[in-house]
């Protein structure tokens, strides 16, 4: 007697992509089941709420992978970080612009060619935007209406939006009315909606799927005025924002807004203090992620680009063994998703090494 397909659903959910994709050739009717886009949403929120993919991340490495990516673990209690494996993305020497929930928008050392790619699936859909190629900031958001990713191209002050459902779907040199910072600060991603750090005035802009619309995210209370630069990471599903007023400073301070895109709370997360000692100057200081109390933060020296863990509570910091960082995204955070659909990935043609022919 055949299970019924409520069963089989259930199951099939708390599968990972891999298995998945297998599974779709067992029959037509898995296939469709697995195809089907309210089974993809399915399975992205239960991937979004699980651990499955906790501490897991796409990582440059200069010594180990410049060609592609190496998929790491970050041990909780010490200080290494285990490669999985390895993850060739659809160009040689890529560059990561920004990334949301399991899909990555990258581009070639020119500039010239985009994708959007899933590295859990190893399929890509390329896009082309036709302004801001070279003088623009980049931000991928999920709507959480309608499940649909947009790419937003920012220039200073106007911008564009691409839409994975309606590739026609795009808004062409629309005013934003703020000065974003420059094209080295790509949006970040959080509750589905993209935050930069605007330059003029200084403040948080944020563009919302849900109407299409730049809005103003308001700042912590406590937040130095003067000239403190503000910097935006994602830290554990939440906006994280850092602050250093100059380069001779000796302490970055870290605030995490409230979960929720209407949410504008801030907490004040930790002063990381003592920076002197890994280096030269607050500006070469960038966290990267949370594992359990402690903060996971990439020192930009020029000989030494790697990371470093800081014990809060100890105001120490303690290096990762052996890794070095190359490129400008740092650690990428890997979730496993079902988006977007294979199909349409077949744009381009990958050859026996990963690399597209």
């Known amino acids: 007697m055949a299970l019924p397909i409520e069963i089989i659903e259930i199951v099939l959910l708390k599968l990972s992509v891999k298995p998945l994709l297998r599974f779709k050739s067992v029959c037509k009717s898995w296939n469709i089941l697995i195809s089907d886009p309210v089974f993809v949403r399915k399975h992205h929120l239960r991937q979004l709420q699980s651990k499955d993919s906790e501490n897991l ?17 970050l041990e909780k209690k010490g200080r290494k970080i285990e490669t999985l494996q390895q993850v060739f993305g659809p160009y040689l020497w890529a560059t990561v612009l920004c990334f949301c929930e399991g899909l990555i928008l990258i581009s070639d050392i020119s500039k010239d060619n ?68 420059n094209s080295k600060e790509a949006g970040v991603c959080v509750d589905g909606a993209s935050y930069w ?46 602050v250093y007023k100059g380069s001779d400073e000796k ?11 209407d949410n504008h709370s801030w907490k004040e997360l930790v002063n990381v203090e003592n920076v002197e000692n890994v280096g030269k100057s607050t500006w070469r200081i960038e966290p990267q992620c949370l594992v359990g109390d402690k903060i996971v933060i990439r020192t930009k020296e020029p000989k030494y680009d790697g990371l470093v863990v800081y014990h809060a509570c100890k105001k120490r910091f303690d290096a990762f063994e052996g890794v070095k960082v190359f490129g400008r995204a740092g650690l990428v955070p890997y979730m496993e998703s079902l988006f977007f659909p294979v199909e349409k990935s077949s744009q381009v043609v990958m050859g026996p090494f990963g690399f597209p022919i």
Request: net charge positive; with cysteine.
């Open 57 to 73: 991340f796409l990582l440059k490495n200069s010594e180990v992978n410049s060609y592609g990516f190496s998929l790491v673990k």
């Open 114 to 181: 985009f994708a959007l790619w899933n590295p859990s699936t190893r399929t890509q859909t390329l896009l082309n935007p036709k302004s801001y190629l070279h003088q623009a900031s980049y931000g991928l958001c999920r709507d959480p209406i309608t499940a649909d990713f947009k790419v937003v191209v920012v220039g200073w002050y106007c911008y564009s939006v691409y839409s994975w459902v309606m590739v026609e779907q795009n808004y062409e040199n629309k005013r934003i009315g703020y000065r974003l910072a």
């Open 197 to 242: 750090a605007s330059t003029h005035p200084p403040q948080i802009v944020y563009y919302d799927p849900r109407d299409d619309k730049f809005k103003i995210l308001e700042k912590p209370e406590d937040l130095d005025g003067g000239k403190s630069s503000m910097y935006l990471v994602e830290l554990m599903g939440s906006l994280g924002m850092y």
């Open 251 to 261: 302490s970055v301070r870290i605030w995490v807004k409230e979960k929720g895109i």
